[in-house]
């Protein structure tokens, strides 16, 4: 991650302490700090989820109109489809159906999937965009699936 920017970095790298802390307190916390501890990290893999979508959003917006036209058509539809795969894994909650594990199995394996599209919007992404993404995406997903296993 050395050509990441240093606050791109910094702050990418931030972003998992919160999932590292639930995954902690799911694991070894009290048996009562389980399911506020997995509710957390569902909720915040689907607000990183639905973040993500918005970056490749951005980068859909900001290519250049020839690529925008022809081969970045696809990254619309896929800018949009992790807000909806969020939502749909929070929706047990308001059901009262079983959760959050299987949701967070979900939005882990999500979170895991959507290296593809960051590998394919490489092509319009800052150069350093992989280096950035691949730890982020690996280290968000398995503590999310960590959490679910807890």
């Known amino acids: 991650m050395r050509d990441v920017p240093a606050r791109a970095r910094l702050l990418g790298l931030a972003g998992l302490l919160p999932q590292i802390a639930a995954a902690f ?7 009562e700090w389980r ?3 997995s509710t957390g990290a569902a909720f915040y893999a689907a607000l990183i989820l639905s973040f993500l979508g918005g970056t490749w959003w951005g980068l859909a917006a900001t290519a250049p109109a020839a690529e925008r036209r022809a081969a970045l058509g696809w990254m619309w539809v896929a800018a949009v489809l992790p ?3 969020a939502l749909a894994c929070l929706a047990p909650l308001a059901l009262g159906w ?3 594990e299987p949701s967070l199995v979900m939005l882990g394996s999500a979170l895991l999937v ?8 490489a ?3 800052p150069q350093w965009w ?5 730890p982020l995406s690996v280290g968000l997903g398995t503590l999310t699936l960590l959490t679910a296993f807890a």
């Not at 992989?130 to 691949?134: I, K, N, S, T």
């Open 83 to 85: 807000s909806l795969v």
């Open 130 to 134: 992989m280096q950035l993404r691949v």
């Open 35 to 37: 399911l506020v501890a």
């Open 98 to 100: 079983r959760w959050p």
């Open 123 to 125: 092509a319009i992404a």
């Open 25 to 31: 307190a799911a694991w070894f916390g009290p048996e």
């Open 114 to 121: 959507a290296l593809a599209v960051d590998a394919w919007a």
